[in-house]
């Protein structure tokens, strides 16, 4: 919804609150960097000898550093509509801040990684069990196994109505498209429940 400044009589933009949220190294930081307009807030601290036999590194040895709170960045779509995005951390110890984090979020994107696939499954349960909508973004790390879109919705046991795409964490206008995607995913929802809602 837009409203206007009385000052200047033009309408101010929609925020949106929207979660990066998937495994732990799977990109979510990477990606608001990637898309912010603004030097994007980080939490991130070194991984230290203390996340040993706590934090599995399996398929990310080379990581060196990890989200202990969240991510934050802000990207403008058009005059109509400003999204702003929170990172999720993504190792379990972390994960008591993401029900904080929920809070007001219209939306989310999962992101994936097809090397640890089966980290995908708690995030995407948290967003099931509390109705928030989301996407599945296969983030495509060099060496990973490439599967199409649809063979990573039959792995997730996704319902065919979300989105799944695939993407490139690193690149501004691959993260757009995602958010793109999510955001007409948003307005189809809200179209449909409208509809259904008129008539009963």
């Given at each position: 919804m837009a409203f206007e400044n009385s000052d200047t009589a033009q309408p101010m933009a929609a925020s949106v609150k929207i979660l990066i949220a998937g495994g732990f190294g799977?990109?979510?930081?990477?990606?608001?960097?990637?898309?912010?307009?603004?030097?994007?807030?980080?939490?991130?601290?070194?991984?230290?000898?203390?996340?040993?036999?706590?934090?599995?590194?399996?398929?990310?040895e080379g990581k060196t550093t990890t989200t202990?709170?969240?991510d934050f960045g802000r990207i403008t779509i058009d005059q109509n509509l400003v999204l702003y995005l929170f990172g999720t951390p993504g190792q379990d110890r972390f994960w008591f801040l993401?029900?904080?984090?929920a809070r007001g979020a219209l939306g989310a994107v999962v992101l994936a990684d097809t090397r640890r696939l089966e980290g995908s499954f708690a995030a995407i349960d948290f967003f099931e069990r509390r109705g928030v909508a989301f996407t599945v973004a296969v983030?495509?790390?060099?060496?990973?196994?490439?599967?199409?879109p649809v063979e990573v919705r039959d792995a997730l046991d996704l319902d065919e109505r979300i989105p799944v795409l695939l993407c490139d964490a690193r690149d501004r206008a691959s993260c757009k498209n995602v958010l793109m995607?999510?955001?007409?995913?948003?307005?189809?929802?809200?179209?449909?429940?409208?509809?259904?809602?008129?008539?009963?």
């Open positions: 799977v990109g979510k930081t990477t990606m608001v960097g990637a898309i912010s307009e603004i030097t994007p807030l980080r939490t991130e601290e070194l991984i230290t000898e203390l996340s040993a036999g706590v934090d599995d590194l399996r398929g990310v202990v709170a969240l993401w029900d904080e984090l983030n495509c790390f060099e060496g990973a196994p490439l599967y199409t995607t999510l955001v007409e995913y948003l307005i189809e929802r809200a179209a449909s429940t409208g509809a259904a809602g008129a008539r009963v």
